[in-house]
């Protein structure tokens, strides 16, 4: 394989990474992994729309800027996926946690009532 081969290969396998990424459970809660992915795009951008793929001379060197582009497209769609993926998970987690507090609350109201419940059943006996 030529070095435009192995080239072309890396940013094929980047763009499968990015459709990974944003596949896998919970992934916006490993930033580092997204961060990583995010800076190999900005780099394979930057070297192709910079340096561009060898073979791509001439007029079909312009190809070398739509990759580009796309990888800065991808990475944007990236940070808004990744911005809304957080938003929801905080999300969950508030609800979550109010339903957390309703159940406590509702528990202490029925110990509440069973203690009372108890106590007037004392003093009736009594």
Do not use: C, H
Not at 26 to 44: T, Y
Not at 70 to 97: D, H, P, S, Y
């Amino acid at each position: 394989m030529e070095t435009g081969d192995w080239i072309l290969l890396t940013v094929v396998l980047t763009l499968a990474a990015n459709q990974v990424l944003v596949r896998l459970p919970g992934w916006e809660r490993r930033p580092s992994m997204f961060w990583a992915v995010q800076g190999v795009n900005l780099l394979v951008a930057t070297y192709v729309m910079a340096i561009g793929i060898p073979g791509l001379d001439g007029p079909v060197r312009i190809f070398n800027w739509v990759i580009g582009l796309l990888f800065i497209i991808r990475t944007v769609q990236n940070n808004i996926a990744w911005g809304e993926a957080r938003r929801e998970a905080q999300e969950k987690a508030r609800r979550g946690a109010g339903a957390d507090r309703a159940r406590i609350r509702d528990a202490l109201r029925a110990g509440e009532a069973q203690r009372a419940e108890a106590a007037e059943s004392e003093e009736g006996s009594g």
